[in-house]
């Protein structure tokens, strides 16, 4: 019933950088369909402040935000467009 949170594709930044988050984010959105949900981790300060920002200018849905035990923060987008 529903979806299972292990269902949800998650896409590892890692350390990416501002310079490569955009290109990387665009990419990967567009290889899922419409109203598919994926998680992205990041690990680089500035791609934390950068990518949820990005994902709403890009008319993208932002479901959730969250800071990972390990210091990651996970952030949970559903294309839109």
Avoid: N
């Amino acid at each position: 019933m529903g979806g299972e949170p292990s269902e949800r594709q998650v896409h590892d930044l890692g350390t990416m950088g501002c310079t490569h988050v955009p290109m990387e984010f665009r990419r990967t959105m567009q290889g899922i369909e419409v109203g598919e949900v994926i998680e992205f981790r990041m690990r680089d300060p500035s791609a934390k402040e950068d990518l949820p920002p990005l994902a709403r200018m890009m008319g993208h849905r932002i479901l959730a935000e969250e800071e990972l035990d390990d210091g990651a923060l996970a952030v949970v987008v559903e294309r839109a467009k």
